[in-house]
């Protein structure tokens, strides 16, 4: 398979004049533009396939339900923004539960090869930060607790957790010991606490600015947070819901001019509601929620439950709302988050990496998504399913 007239979208800039040659869903080659048998992009934009570490749902479906059809709905649809490798994520329940789940993802992975895994959100939450998690299935990281989650094994490659609750420290210690990359969120933490954390292996921050501490009145002092620690600290991974919804335009050119590219994962945090119509409703943990104004809410209203957003959408606020150059905004939703995973072979177009591939039109829209060279979705397909 041959790619030609296309805009490569590489770590330190866009190409143009060369083809791109996959052969057994690898790149093979980057060559100088020839008469060949290709397909043609037709000048659109040839990005690494997006990798998205915390996506819940779509379409009504929710990765809670721990089925191969409802992870297939799921995949269907973020492979048409743009996603060719989702981490699954659970919320906060009993932890059986989870790890239902998580047997469920390893079993379906031969038919859904794209899934990464399972990010693990919850149940070791701050109850002061719990969002649109619910509460009452919220538990310290106790040894006995731990133990019990580590029976998911290599399938749970991400970890959220509260880094002050009693016992974080060590169950830091185990879960990075096997494997587990380690996000602080859901968390009331103080400066201290984020920086005792982060000694003991946590390196990143789940959906910064949201459900997380900041600034606060300590006697006459101001003091920081876990999000002025993940500000301040270059080796922090910052998640961010770049979907115009969770956070301002000026919030996420702070977190940029703080990070840098390198130190921002875009994720979508997308719950059952994306994908749905307008005043749909679904359900998450089982909370009702509903879609409303292009966001995800409780159906209360009392907080966001999620985004509906893709990851398509994500990056294209960050080019046209933050003002960030594309190639840095593909590489916060490719080669960073295949960082986080310890992956070497995804997340950049060079010779030797899987030819996993967002095409993007001028505007930013999906026209194709391919993983290992095999089309995931596309958008002349999509059209001709459309009635009419």
């Not at 895994?117 to 719990?130: I, K, Q, T």
């Not at 606490?193 to 292996?201: D, H, K, Q, V």
């Amino acid at each position: 398979m041959v790619f030609k007239n296309a805009r490569v979208v590489c770590p330190d800039g866009i190409r143009e004049g060369i083809e791109v040659v996959c052969e057994e869903g690898r790149i093979a080659e980057l060559r100088a533009a020839r008469i060949s048998d290709a397909i043609d992009l037709e000048g659109n934009f040839l990005a690494p396939g997006f990798i998205d570490l915390h996506v819940h749902g779509a379409m009504g479906r929710d990765a809670m339900e721990g089925s191969a059809e409802a992870f297939r709905a799921i995949c269907d649809f973020h492979a048409s923004g743009g996603t060719t490798s989702p981490l699954l994520t659970t919320t906060t329940a009993r932890i059986s539960e989870i790890l239902r789940v998580v047997q469920v993802v390893g079993s379906s992975r031969a038919e859904l090869p794209q899934i990464a895994g399972v990010h693990v959100e919850g149940p070791f939450l701050s109850r002061e930060r719990a969002g649109a998690q619910r509460a009452e299935f919220i538990l310290d990281p106790t040894p006995e607790a731990v133990t019990e989650l580590l029976e998911g094994g290599e399938m749970i490659r991400r970890m959220t957790l509260a880094p002050e609750l009693p016992g974080a420290l060590a169950a830091i210690e185990r879960f990075r010991a096997a494997g587990m990359a380690v996000s602080g969120g859901h968390s009331d933490a103080s400066d201290e606490e984020a920086a005792r954390a982060f000694a003991r292996g946590m390196r990143h921050t789940t959906h910064t600015f949201n459900c997380m501490s900041s600034m606060r009145r300590r006697g006459g002092e101001r003091v920081a947070g876990l999000l002025e620690f993940a500000l301040s600290e270059p080796e922090i991974l910052c998640e961010l819901i770049a979907d115009g919804r969770h956070v301002s335009a000026t919030l996420m050119r702070m977190l940029y001019r703080a990070k840098g590219a390198a130190g921002i994962c875009l994720v979508t945090d997308a719950t059952a509601g994306a994908g749905l119509a307008e005043g749909s409703k679904f359900s998450l943990g089982g909370r009702d929620c509903v879609v409303r104004e292009g966001a995800c809410w409780v159906a209360d209203g009392s907080a966001l439950a999620g985004s509906a957003a893709r990851m398509v959408d994500l990056v294209r606020t960050m080019v046209q709302t933050v003002g960030v150059p594309l190639f840095e905004a593909v590489r916060m939703a490719s080669a960073n988050p295949a960082r986080t995973l310890g992956w070497t072979d995804r997340g950049e177009v060079k010779v030797g990496m899987a030819a996993d591939f967002a095409i993007l039109s001028g505007g930013l829209e999906v026209v194709a998504s391919y993983r290992a060279g095999e089309r995931l979705w596309s958008l002349d397909t999509e059209r001709r399913r459309e009635p009419g």
